[in-house]
């Protein structure tokens, strides 16, 4: 059986089908008995339409407050039975050409109840039409008309009929059921495939190096949010994009592209320039790969980028370390240079000064 949500949804459907079909047998019914063409009591049949809209009318009216949809629709269904028997009643009996809505009621009653509800409503048709023909002859009823003989063209008609009633149900009882078991298989697949989405696109954001997807002609095909933070642009403005137009003229996507197509899956990193959408330039490294179809063709290109700023201050800082050791070596081979011969002199002048005679001025000087 139908779930109920989908159930509200096709009994307010049957609801508006029968209104519809009520009116338009009824305009049509109306055009026959203009042109002399109708050769019943249009009264009795527009009387049993009415009596059809007005159920339709009421059940759109009372749907919104059943708690119990089943028994709704097995209310609806034994109705709409009970009608369209009166509506071939007041039209010909055996000979009436509105025995087809029978089906329609049938065919309704699989959808809705599954297989046993269209083979109880079948049963249910075949015996309201099977005692329908014979209540004017087995059993004679004055309402149904004056009694008359059966016939053999009747009896092959009621016949006929309940056969037709009963292979309807169950063919239409297993394709629903059929429908029902695959639309349940998509519905399941559906979620397997959203909750595989949503796990991609989680990984997707989560990394922390940006990815940007690009297809042959160089369009942005995805752009997840550490590529958003690098550049400045949101997903929503860099999708649909040229490659140019978010990362600049300075590395040409057709030279990316030939290196992809001529290396293969052998990573190459390329360095460039780009301006923000703030205006502030940042250097960036980005490597790319190739994206290729089920049958093996090149797709597109998958990069994966990384702002050097932090990179390029460090490697500056090691620079000037580097300069500066250079220096303080330099410092300490000059003075060990001076140092040297300063301490050879220090003692020569201590040695002469141990011959010289006493003098205070010479002793100050050469202290010094």
């Known amino acids: 059986m139908i779930e109920p949500p989908t159930l509200s949804v096709y009994l307010r459907r049957v609801s508006w089908a029968r ?47 059943v708690t119990n949809l089943s028994r709704f629709a097995w209310l609806q269904l034994t109705l709409d039975i009970a009608l369209e028997t009166a509506i071939v009643a007041v039209t010909g009996g055996a000979q009436s050409v509105f025995a087809f809505l029978y089906i329609l009621s049938i065919v309704a009653a699989s959808i809705l109840l599954s ?13 309201l ?27 092959l008609t009621i016949f006929t009929h309940t056969g037709v009633f009963l292979v309807v149900a169950i063919l239409t009882g297993s394709l629903a ?25 989680l990984i997707f954001h989560s990394v ?11 369009q942005i095909t995805a752009f997840n949010r550490a590529a958003e933070e690098i550049t400045g642009f949101k997903a929503e403005a860099a999708v649909g994009q040229p490659w140019g137009g978010i990362f600049g003229p300075s590395l040409a996507f057709d030279q990316i592209l030939a290196t992809v197509a001529r290396e293969g899956r052998q990573v190459r990193r390329f360095e460039t ?21 089920s049958q093996g063709e090149l797709a597109g290109v998958i990069g ?19 300069r500066l050791a250079v220096i303080g070596r330099l410092a300490a081979n000059i003075a060990h240079e001076i140092r040297n011969p300063l301490a050879s002199l220090s003692g020569a002048i201590e040695v002469l000064a141990r011959d010289l005679a006493p003098d205070e001025s010479r002793t100050h000087l050469m202290e010094i």
């Open 273 to 293: 320039l780009i301006r923000r959408k703030d205006g502030r330039q940042v250097p960036l490294g980005i490597s790319f790969w190739p994206l290729t179809s």
């Open 129 to 155: 039409y099977t005692g329908l023909l014979l209540g004017r002859t087995v059993l004679p009823l004055g309402f149904l008309g004056e009694p008359t003989e059966t016939t053999a063209f009747e009896i």
């Open 208 to 218: 922390g190096s940006g990815l940007i997807a690009l297809d042959r002609a160089g």
């Open 19 to 65: 209104l519809w079909l009520a009116g338009l047998l009824l305009v049509a019914g109306a055009l026959l008995v203009l042109w002399s063409a109708f050769p019943y009591s249009f009264r009795l049949f527009a009387l049993c339409l009415c009596g059809a809209a007005l159920a339709s009318a009421a059940f759109l009216w009372a749907l919104p407050s």
């Open 304 to 322: 994966v980028c990384q702002e050097l700023t932090e990179i390029k201050q460090m490697e500056r800082r090691m620079r000037e370390a580097d």
């Open 115 to 127: 297989r046993p509800g269209g083979v109880a409503m079948a049963g249910l048709a075949s015996f």
């Open 177 to 201: 059921e059929r429908a029902r078991l695959v639309h349940r298989a998509l519905g399941d697949q559906q979620r397997d495939l959203n909750d595989l989405q949503a796990y991609k696109d």
